[in-house]
């Protein structure tokens, strides 16, 4: 049974603006926004738009003293008293999973914001088993933190911020790393939150069709500026519904149709022969036990001029089986192999390739963008690949300039990859994969969810490049929950689930 406190919280800002540490320009600015207690807000924008720093203002992240360096004016109130006072009252879920799990097992990761609250011990674990049941969690207490995939760290941070029983709870893009199946499972737990709570939502998430009827308010909000539109969503869609689309922001009905080029197919580059993958061995005191099989007699081709797409459950195994095509793991058993052009260069299996000879073949980006950050700025993170791989100073800029023209980067070439959001860092890891240009583009792509928070604009720049680059004959592998990519650029569904990996024709239709 959903529980929360009797109460939602009031939040108030007036004139409120937020400039991040080393940034010319300002994430929002004259932002007058009132949510009354137990109000339901859907917060959209387009990519950059500064809702997820908003979230993390209204969680009191942000400010002198705070986790988020930078300059604040305005007004920012939560029950009348600055959102860094009140933060025991506030739960938020963020873009990133990984960065809000702070235990090592998953049940002290839920109820290690009850033991902060103070909350009685005879009470914790009751809260913890109720909100991990709650959230389709399908491990136990003691499960390894670090073991779990993106899906289930998601599931994960979701039943810490319930357990807590906030008043005012933050949501960004809560069901973007979710199978279909855990996005629904969220969707109908917030609704009952929603009926048996006055518990005030804030929510971002780009999924508008599917949470619509979970708010009572549309909040739109635009880059270095303030509220746009405000109102029931029926209003603001039938007021603005044009306009914000053609701004990025996703609104039912108004979905991309990019019109693509067809697949012209191509020979195997890569295959998978019997395939064992288990999960890593478990250290300390608190390990619960043997390696698990995630991958077992898996067979499976990568052709050239095709995209791919890894589908399944959350922890089935895609990022897994995307990781070991890539050549950056062994498998247990069995092996990863090149296959024509590429076997040309080096008949070693995949993960035995010098690492400058696998960059320069295999192109990889990682669920989680951070990962593979080098560079201190957007420009020298788009350099740095290319001049390595001996481009001149001037074809190296001339690409880098244009790939940031494409995908929206422009703006922000002088700035710390790490202070991105999280669609911008996304866009960003995809760059790095194809900076070295078309003619120097890597023969596979291997990239983790790609179009994880984009706005409709840079959704569609994306499909369009990785369709290029399909035409052109690379072979395009992609783990991801996006129906529209599905829908648009899948030529291959390989399904994963209890282990194995089967592919079939991609119908279209999404799943």
């Not at 991958?295 to 195994?317: K, Q």
């Not at 569904?493 to 999404?510: C, F, L, Q, T, Y």
């Amino acid at each position: 049974m959903v529980e929360g406190n009797a109460r939602g919280a009031r939040v108030e800002l007036s004139g409120w603006g937020w400039r991040h540490a080393g940034r010319a320009a300002h994430a929002l600015r004259g932002v007058d926004l009132v949510i009354e207690p137990g109000e339901r807000v859907l917060l959209l924008g387009a990519s950059g738009a500064g809702k997820s720093t908003l979230l993390h203002s209204l969680a009191g992240l942000t400010g002198a003293d705070s986790a988020i360096g930078g300059d604040q004016e305005g007004l920012l109130r939560i029950d009348g008293e600055p959102a860094c006072r009140g933060r025991g009252g506030v739960g938020l879920v963020g873009q990133d999973p990984q960065t809000q799990l702070v235990m090592a097992r998953a049940g002290d990761d839920v109820a290690f914001g009850l033991e902060n609250l103070g909350v009685a011990r005879e009470e914790i674990w009751p809260r913890v088993e109720r909100a991990l049941n709650e959230v389709g969690f399908p491990y136990g207490l003691r499960h390894s933190t670090g073991a779990l995939s993106g899906g289930e760290k998601q599931r994960l941070a979701i039943a810490g911020a319930l357990a807590m029983r906030p008043r005012l709870l933050l949501l960004d893009e809560p069901t973007a790393n979710l199978d279909p199946a855990g996005a629904a499972l969220v969707r109908d737990l917030l609704a009952r939150l929603l009926a048996q709570t006055e518990t005030t939502l804030v929510l971002v998430e780009h999924r508008v069709a599917e949470v619509v009827d979970l708010v009572n308010r549309v909040v739109v909000v635009e880059p270095g500026g303030g509220v746009v539109a405000d109102g029931t969503p029926t209003k603001v869609f039938a007021e603005h519904g044009r306009s914000l689309a053609a701004r990025g922001v996703w609104v039912p009905g108004e979905e991309p149709a990019p019109e693509l080029p067809p697949a012209p197919g191509g020979t195997s580059l890569l295959a998978a022969e019997d395939v064992l993958a288990r999960t890593p061995f478990q250290l300390g005191v608190h390990a619960t036990g043997a390696a698990r099989t995630v991958l077992e007699h898996v067979d499976l081709s990568v052709p050239a001029g095709t995209a791919t797409a890894l589908t399944g459950p959350n922890g089935a195994g895609k990022s897994t089986l995307l990781t070991l095509l890539a050549g950056l793991a062994r498998p247990h058993r069995g092996r990863v192999v090149p296959c024509g052009p590429l076997a040309k260069i080096d008949r070693r299996p995949m993960f035995r390739w010098p690492a400058r000879r696998l960059a320069r073949h295999v192109g990889t980006v990682f669920q989680y963008a951070e990962d593979q950050f080098v560079t201190a700025n957007v420009r020298d993170e788009l350099r740095f690949a290319p001049l390595r791989a001996g481009l001149g100073e001037a074809e190296t800029e001339g690409r880098v300039d244009e790939l940031m023209e494409r995908l929206r980067l422009t703006p922000l070439a002088d700035v710390h990859p790490y202070t991105l959001s999280g669609g911008e860092k996304r866009r960003l890891s995809v760059a790095t994969a194809l900076s070295s240009g078309p003619g120097h583009a890597p023969d596979v792509l291997a990239l983790d969810e790609p179009t994880f928070g984009q706005d409709t604009r840079t959704w569609t720049e994306l499909v369009e490049l990785l369709a290029d680059l399909r035409t052109q004959g690379r072979a395009i592998t992609m783990a991801t929950h996006d129906p529209l990519l599905l829908r648009h650029l899948t030529d291959v569904r390989v399904h994963v689930a209890d282990g194995r990996a089967v592919a079939e024709a991609s119908s279209g239709e999404d799943v």
